[in-house]
């Protein structure tokens, strides 16, 4: 497995509560994602970043936001959980913009909203 | 930006038989990758197989290969033999030669009967 690691891999939190998600890769790739997956949309980009502190919106971007320091960690922040954002997210790395790249995901995180 | 249509929600097929799954997309470009990813149950995603548009010959890898029409814009994923571990969500996903984002569909459940 390529070395992602998302954490917390599970997490119950209430309407209102900031809540962050980590992504760790030991790939020292350039490129990650966040994305969000629910049923009925497939997976969709909230944000990305191709280099420490550079970061961009994906399109839904709205009621996140994301931070990269360093080059293997990629947090993406929930400043006020709403239910709506009840979904699984899944972290990604890519090596490079070009050429047949992939995407390699983590294991995802399940974050529930009440 | 680009859409990717998957117009089976679920396919079914008999353990050891062949299955399609359909996958359009809308662009404009010339030079663009497609992949499919596969999500078993453990929902870790998986690469399955992945193609260049420049390149005529369609992709293969071992019991999956797929049926590339670029003219119809056109990308379906054909599994051979099919086995009880292919039992999973299947995602079509388009990138284009230079792009940052990935765009996918919204997936294709499939269930293999024994």
């Known amino acids: 497995d390529a070395g992602i690691t998302q954490s917390p891999r599970h997490k119950v939190t209430e309407t209102g509560t900031p809540v962050t998600l980590r992504c760790h890769q030991t790939?020292?790739?350039?490129?990650m994602y966040w994305y969000r997956q629910d049923p009925g949309h497939g997976l969709r980009l909230i944000h990305y970043s191709y280099g420490v502190k550079d970061t961009d919106k994906g399109e839904v971007s709205d009621g996140y936001s994301v931070s990269r320091s360093k080059t293997e960690d990629f947090l993406l922040t929930l400043e006020s959980a709403t239910s709506s954002q009840t979904s699984v997210y899944f972290c990604?790395?890519?090596?490079?913009?070009?050429?047949?790249?992939?995407?390699?995901f983590g294991a995802g995180s399940r974050l529930t909203v009440l | 930006a680009q859409t990717v249509t998957q117009s089976q929600p679920e396919m079914s097929v008999q353990e050891a038989e062949t299955v399609t799954l359909s996958c359009t997309y809308d662009?404009?470009?010339?030079?663009?990758?497609l992949f499919w990813y596969k999500q078993p149950p453990s929902r870790q995603m998986i690469l399955v197989i992945r193609q260049e548009a420049y390149k005529q010959q369609n992709a293969t890898e071992n019991r999956f290969s797929v049926n590339f029409q670029k003219a119809a814009k056109s990308f379906s994923l054909k599994i051979s033999d099919s086995q009880l571990g292919d039992a999973a969500m299947y995602f079509c996903?388009?990138?284009?030669?230079?792009?940052?984002?990935?765009?996918f569909g919204t997936g294709t459940s499939l269930t293999v009967i024994p």
């Open positions: 662009t404009s470009e010339s030079d663009y990758y």
């Open positions: 790939e020292n790739h350039r490129y």
């Open positions: 996903a388009y990138r284009s030669y230079t792009g940052n984002q990935f765009y």
């Open positions: 990604a790395i890519s090596s490079s913009w070009t050429g047949a790249n992939v995407l390699t």
